[in-house]
């Protein structure tokens, strides 16, 4: 089975909770494994879709501990610019609609084919422009994710040399590469799989909420 990939990266949008199953039962089916034969698990923990994270996470955690197999948590930006052909040094730039102006993103600097590519900016809560503002104005500059083409339906971005790549997809073989990566370099850094956890890089709305009704008890 050595090499083989089922590649089933597409778009879910909101149906995120509907469609992972599927996605996972179909991915095994087309490869004609079954779930038992799963020794290494890899999941994006953000920061993005506050539901999705949580649902991806707590699914590959429940798969995790049910098979007694190795999880590891990837930034979503990363399984991104990991998939992105730009060339050597080029600064990708990974941006996800966080609303409020803002988004969820990070910037790396591409790596050769089997490398991980390195981080520039860390995930994290940004306004578009802290991202682009980071990156020197003679490198390279890629950018991916509905972060950035919000902004550029509306004019709003101040760096015209971004090559944008529009409808950006991560690759599985991509994905599948990085995972291996990572864990080849600290296999014993994932052997718990409580340690992988939701990086939401803010609090949610109900969270803020409940604390400005917290400070007006304290005042």
């Known amino acids: 089975m050595t090499g083989k990939t089922a590649d089933m990266g597409r778009n879910a949008g909101v149906s995120h909770s509907i469609t992972l199953f599927d996605s996972i039962q179909n991915a095994l ?34 798969l995790a501990q049910v098979l007694s197999v190795p999880l590891v948590g990837i930034h979503s930006p990363l399984l991104y610019a990991a998939s992105a052909r730009v060339p050597a040094e080029a600064v990708i730039i990974v941006a996800f609609d966080a609303k409020k102006e803002r988004v969820f993103g990070a910037a790396y600097r591409a790596a050769e084919t089997t490398a991980v590519p390195e981080e520039v900016i860390k995930p994290g809560d940004y306004h578009v422009e802290e991202l682009l503002n980071a990156v020197p104005a003679n490198c390279p500059l890629y950018t991916i994710g509905n972060g950035i083409e ?27 590469r990085l995972l291996e990566n990572l864990y080849a370099t600290h296999p014993n850094k994932y052997d718990d799989y409580s340690r992988v956890v939701p990086v939401y890089a803010r609090k949610s709305d109900a969270e803020i909420v409940k604390d400005l009704k917290k400070k007006k008890k304290e005042t």
């Open 29 to 62: 089916q087309k490869l004609g494994i079954q779930t038992q034969s799963l020794e290494l698990l890899g999941v994006g923990i953000g920061p993005g879709s506050f539901t999705g994270i949580r649902i991806a996470v707590t699914t590959a955690r429940m």
């Open 150 to 176: 919000k902004f550029m339906e509306r004019g709003l971005l101040a760096r015209p040399d971004l090559i944008h790549l529009p409808g950006f997809t991560p690759s599985g073989d991509a994905a599948i």
